[in-house]
């Protein structure tokens, strides 16, 4: 059973997300101009991103049958130093040395991930501390596979495979939990996130037409009111020429549940002040997080990790 330390002093910092666009078939051209967006979104807003985020699948187009195609080995092992100049994968290279460039945490989106040893595809998040270190992944969990007649099938599951483990990483502001896209629709991944002391949950996604406006907003406002953290999903632009119309709209929520900052559907950066006295007042002025009736019901965040 691994012992969860104590989350850091949680202090303000600001947060950006890239909404990114021209998202191609040319890998490298994608690699180039994400790395453009991560130098642009460092410096860009009032004040300095402390925390960049890109969007689910960045690197390629999205699709099952993209996954093959595009996935690199990275080959990261939770607690091991990672070797960077040896990587495998273009992808963490260029993160790596985009982080450490604009001097910020930056929390690589997601890439499809071919694990070597059992040539197993992932949809995997990576993160960089501002040195341009690899500190953590996280391998989507729940694979979204969804069927609404007439409107989208998916089916992740034809080519990846669910990731087992949840994940957080701590920085010099705050403790963070990652998930991607789907993973927001389970509230037991956040709810044990919240629980191991994170202050704010990241989730890289890519909704699309018909789910979008019905659930996007409603799913990170229901994470952040049921756990009173800070709430963000980062989505790719949309490209009405590509064979998948992002939702885009990327977010940023407060522990009331509040949007603090919403993105259209271009590509853009947006920025959020994360202020720990909203997440403070949230808990006193609503004490759920001291209420919970474990005599009545099962803390479900017991067991799963931790
Ligand atoms: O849950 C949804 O409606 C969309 C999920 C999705 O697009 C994804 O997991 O990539």
Request: hydrophobic content about 40%; proline content about 6%; glycine content about 8%.
């Amino acid at each position: 059973m691994t012992t969860i330390t104590k989350p850091p002093a949680f202090r303000p910092f600001t947060l950006a997300l890239i909404q990114l666009g021209s998202i191609g078939a040319e890998k490298s051209a994608n690699l180039k101009h994400a790395r453009e967006m991560i130098l642009k979104a460092a410096v860009g807003g009032r004040k300095k991103a402390d925390l960049i985020v890109l969007p689910e699948c960045f690197n390629s187009p999205y699709g099952h049958v993209h996954f093959p195609v595009y996935a690199e080995n990275i080959g990261f092992t939770s607690g091991k130093p990672y070797d960077i100049a040896n990587s495998a994968s273009d992808s963490v290279k260029m993160l790596s040395s985009a982080a450490k460039e604009a001097g910020a945490w930056l929390i690589g989106g997601s890439i499809p991930e071919r694990d070597v040893t059992s040539d197993k595809i992932y949809n995997t998040c990576t993160v960089y501390n501002p040195n341009g270190e690899l500190v953590a992944t996280h391998r989507k969990v729940h694979l979204f596979d969804i069927d609404i007649p007439g409107k989208i099938k998916f089916k992740e599951s034809e080519s990846l495979t669910g990731g087992t483990t949840l994940n957080f990483f701590d920085t010099d502001f705050a403790r963070i939990g990652l998930g991607i896209c789907y993973d927001v629709r389970f509230p037991e991944m956040a709810m044990t996130s919240a629980r191991q002391g994170c202050q704010l949950l990241v989730y890289p996604g890519a909704f699309n037409m018909t789910t979008g406006p019905l659930h996007w907003e409603l799913l990170q406002r229901a994470r952040a009111v049921d756990n009173q953290v800070y709430f963000s999903m980062c989505s790719p632009a949309r490209d009405l020429n590509a064979g998948y119309h992002a939702w885009g709209h990327s977010m940023v929520v407060d522990p009331m549940g509040k949007v603090l900052t919403e993105a259209s559907e271009n590509e853009v950066i947006v920025y959020a002040d994360i202020e720990p006295q909203a997440l403070q007042d949230a808990r006193a002025s609503i004490p759920v997080t001291t209420q919970r009736r474990f005599d009545v019901y099962p803390d479900v965040s017991k067991g799963i990790q931790g």
